[in-house]
């Protein structure tokens, strides 16, 4: 379950991250940290066993996401964003999301854009919304 008030500064600290990696192309330790702590809070706050499969699942992701030269900073609040939603659909629906947004903007970047370097965070933010989306609609799971 996502605790609604610690939702809100999540969503601060990943709009933040957004802007910032649009500027600079970096996401900065002082948003992705604080992104990992609010996400450890959240699931502490409803802790199931079954969560330790989910988040397996995320870091095998990562692995794959690391594998295409994500930036660590992208990594870090990926890892953010797996904890706060471990514990809910969401973390399913944002990975279902991140696979389809993520594959659509890589494809733009390389192939349409000809962009050799491009920040990923407009890919993680869409997802996680659409995500969140999804989730309280349930129109996934």
């Not at 990943?14 to 450890?40: H, K």
Request: charged fraction near 5%; include cysteine; charge should be neutral.
């Amino acid at each position: 379950m996502i605790q609604p008030i610690i939702l809100i500064p999540f969503l601060i600290l990943l709009c933040l991250a957004f802007f910032n990696d649009l500027e600079s192309m970096l996401i900065p330790n002082y948003y992705s940290y604080p992104l990992i702590i609010l996400g450890a809070i959240n699931l502490l706050m409803d802790f199931h066993p079954l969560v330790l499969i989910s988040i397996a699942i995320f870091f095998l992701y990562l692995m794959l996401l690391f594998l295409f030269k994500l930036g660590r900073g992208d990594i870090k609040i990926l890892i953010g964003i797996a904890l706060f939603s471990a514990n809910s659909p969401l973390l399913f629906n944002f990975l279902m999301a991140l696979t389809m947004i993520g594959s659509l903007y890589i494809i733009w970047i390389k192939h349409i854009a000809k962009l050799e370097i491009a920040p990923f965070m407009p890919a993680i933010f869409s997802s996680f919304l659409l995500g969140l989306a999804l989730t309280n609609y349930g129109l996934f799971f």
